[in-house]
């Protein structure tokens, strides 16, 4: 590959992530795959890097679309200047649960924490919860949502969405057998044939996993060149359609549309409520009740 020319590099990404905007945005890693697959710059760890300074200076200057960061928030204790504006924010955050009245109890879980944000944007609707693994899960969170099934007698299907490598494969599986509560479980990506289909490109894999031979073999790959393919390399419209199509099955469409109606009767007769609380507070003035 010829010299890069990075402000060519830094244009070609803010127009992929403006692409973006319809299906909630998109990560660095996203945008790092889109590039690499359209051959602007190679699949190496350096151009990884670069990229990020690039773009973050790009940012900087305020030349850049905003990206999709899920780890890095600010931590703080809710706050309202006073109580009126606290009433009248408080309709907005009742919401009943969009799953009742379904007929199994649905969960998406995610091998890490970089698709939490569009996973849960894309499924805010129909009220599916999202799992993060972040790796070999802990035992404390395996119970948490062993628990939370256990309380539900609906069956429990679980969707994983993870990388096609060796060390991904296994934690499905751990994931799997140690909260053993699911009626069926399905990965919907990445599959092998989903790497084939889509010309996705490998990334090296981790040197002496022991899970690879075994992983090679299975998918014929070479055994003497790990190598891996992580979720972030789909295109994210396209990671967000077969999440849609894999979720669409277990959701009876009346059911929710009844479900969310309800809710906005509720909602509304809860703003009443709140309007006349409000009123009330307002008129008895600071000195009520001395």
Do not use: N
Request: contains cysteine.
């Amino acid at each position: 590959m010829s010299r890069l020319r990075w402000a060519d590099v830094v244009d070609r990404a803010a127009v992929i992530v403006t692409g973006y905007d319809a299906v909630g945005g998109c990560t660095l890693r996203q945008v790092y795959y889109r590039l690499v697959a359209e051959a602007v710059i190679p699949h190496t760890a350096p151009a990884y890097r670069r990229l990020s300074a690039r773009l973050a200076q790009a940012r900087r200057q305020e030349g850049f679309p905003d990206l999709i960061d899920p780890l890095r928030e600010v931590h703080a204790p809710p706050a309202w200047p006073d109580a009126g504006a606290f009433i009248r924010e408080a309709p907005a955050w009742f919401c009943l649960d969009h799953t009742a009245g379904q007929a199994a109890a649905v969960y998406v879980a995610c091998e890490k924490d970089t698709l939490r944000a569009q996973l849960t944007g894309w499924l805010e609707r129909t009220g599916i919860p999202v799992l993060v693994v972040r790796g070999f899960g802990s035992q404390s969170y395996v119970q948490v949502v062993r628990e939370r099934t256990a309380r539900d007698p609906r069956p429990a299907v679980l969707l994983y969405v993870g990388d096609f490598d060796a060390s991904g494969a296994d934690i499905e599986r751990d994931w799997v057998a140690r909260t053993a509560c699911w009626a069926s479980v399905e990965r919907v990506l990445l599959t092998h044939d989903q790497v084939r289909e889509h010309e996705l490109p490998p990334a090296e894999g981790k040197a002496g996993d022991p899970r690879w031979p075994a992983f090679a073999r299975r998918y014929r790959l070479d055994a003497d060149r790990p190598v891996q393919w992580e979720v972030e390399a789909l295109d994210p419209a396209e990671l967000q359609r077969l999440v849609a199509a894999a979720v669409a099955p277990y959701i009876d469409s009346e059911v929710l549309a009844a479900r969310l109606a309800e809710e906005a009767r509720q909602r509304a007769r809860l703003r009443e409520v709140l309007d006349d609380a409000h009123r009330q507070l307002t008129s008895e003035g600071p000195d009520a009740g001395t």
